[in-house]
């Protein structure tokens, strides 16, 4: 079976990249009859966040990506970690090491001078002497001090390390008894039954002497996908100045879940040319083996375009249950539907369509100042008037639509001469859905009473 795992740790909300690992991981678990579980990384207690781990479920809810089981804490295990460190210990397959900050940095700055690269001597490896008095030991694993790690990568290929270049002893717990993340993550990995872990390349490094300690502590080691960052438009590291980075402030910019997990598949995979993929799509086609070595880029107008054909197809009362987040609540309006509907066409974000529809739904408190210097003179509130006058029925869009061609024509009149002006008394402003779909929402009455106020502006 295959098992694979999401292991943030909580010390901020959930980047979007984050969650581009994690939707690999659920797609391809899911997609297999596999298990895909969530481990909360929270060994680092000064840095961790109740809050930071509330976020991460909260957009895992958001974004409907369930995981098997309860929620792992590492902060919960270190009884387990001390168990296999001191196994370790006994096999003679760790030691004590009782070097010290001001030794390490001597030691770091002598191998400097020597342009070596920076790293611990193994000075305690076999030491049989006795301790030096006042120090608390850190606790190093035996690393092979030759040869090299080899494994083959589900995205990179076959890699290769030297073991003289990379390795040394590397510290597994430090001296309050704490241990690391490299430690911690082969531990869980292998007792949650984890088989294929899929992770950003910065975890690369980590790889060589991940498998040190797998093979150390016997345990199998597991297939390793290492998916390429994502960057910016200007090829940098995507960072907060290229776009919202936090997986929950998208909703609240008005994006849509399957918009943001069809933008975060792509970026990295793909299935032939396709752009639009379902969840079910997605489940259907992702295999971690064909995502890119390259890094991808992040395009916002790719986002709002993939954003806004969500928009126009997902059902009306899914939308509607969405909008009531941002004050809109369409159910509640005698043409809710259609207002929805009209809107939706022109509407790449949730929070375009809660702007249009509050000055469709609501009277305008107040007017562009631009759009009422330019369309409303003393000609045009004659003819809002004249065309006030003849709105008796409450008709549809093709209806209202006769109704001021005839006006237009009898008043020897073409549609600019009342369009843009009524727009303003209608909403406030110039911009629109088409004129005639306003009039059916608002009805003759509202727009009389509209028309009214504004005249008396």
């Not at 370790?88 to 030794?103: F, H, N, R, S």
Request: one cysteine or more; charged letters at 30%.
């Amino acid at each position: 079976m295959i098992v694979t795992r999401f292991a943030p740790s909580p010390t901020g909300y959930l980047h979007i990249g984050g969650l581009r690992t994690a939707l690999y991981n659920y797609l391809y678990a899911r997609s297999n009859g596999g298990k895909f579980l969530l481990r909360i990384e929270d060994t680092d207690l000064k840095r961790n966040s109740i809050e930071a781990t509330l976020a991460i479920k909260e957009a895992f809810k958001w974004c409907k990506l369930d995981h098997d089981g309860e929620v792992t804490y590492q902060s919960q295990r270190f009884d387990i970690y001390k168990k296999y460190i001191a196994k370790l210990l006994d096999e003679g397959k760790a030691y004590k090491c009782y070097i010290t900050k001001d030794e390490l940095n001597a030691l770091r700055a002598e191998q400097e001078a020597r342009k070596e690269r920076p790293k611990y001597d193994n000075r305690y490896r076999n030491f049989t002497g006795t301790p030096p008095e006042g120090i608390e030991p850190v606790i190093r694993i035996k690393s092979p001090e030759d040869g090299t790690i080899e494994f083959k990568d589900g995205i990179k290929g076959e890699i290769k390390f030297n073991c003289k270049d990379i390795l040394d002893d590397f510290i597994i717990a430090r001296s309050d008894g704490t241990p690391t993340y490299n430690f911690t993550v082969v531990i869980d990995d292998a007792l949650m039954g984890v088989t294929h872990v899929i992770r950003g390349d910065d975890h690369l490094s980590n790889t060589p002497k991940q498998i040190v300690l797998y093979e150390a502590l016997g345990f199998k080691i597991p297939e390793f996908f290492h998916v390429a960052m994502i960057n910016g438009e200007d090829g940098k590291k995507l960072s907060k100045r290229h776009g919202a980075t936090d997986v929950m402030e998208y909703k609240r910019m008005g994006y849509l879940p399957e918009a943001l997990l069809n933008f975060l598949v792509r970026l990295g995979w793909s299935h032939g040319d396709d752009e639009i993929f379902s969840m079910d799509d997605m489940l259907k086609y992702f295999d971690p083996h064909d995502i890119n070595k390259s890094s991808s880029t992040y395009n916002t107008q790719k986002l709002d375009w993939l954003n806004s054909h969500y928009i126009k197809t997902l059902p009306y009362e899914r939308l509607a249950d969405d909008m009531l987040e941002f004050g809109i609540d369409f159910r509640a309006h005698a043409k809710g539907e259609l207002l929805l509907n009209i809107l939706r066409e022109r509407s790449k974000t949730l929070i375009d369509m809660a702007n249009s529809a509050k000055s469709i739904m609501n009277a305008p408190s107040q007017y562009d100042p631009k759009a009422f210097a330019k369309f409303i003179t003393i000609q045009s509130k004659e003819i809002l008037a004249k065309f006030s006058q003849i709105l008796t029925l409450n008709l549809d869009a093709q209806g209202y639509e006769t109704l001021t061609n005839e006006f237009l024509q009898t008043n020897g009149l073409k549609l600019k001469d009342l369009a843009q002006a009524l727009r303003v008394a209608l909403t406030g402003t110039s911009v629109s859905p088409s004129i005639f779909e306003v009039l059916e929402v608002i009805g003759s009455n509202e727009v009389k009473a509209r028309i009214a106020k504004l005249l008396t502006h």
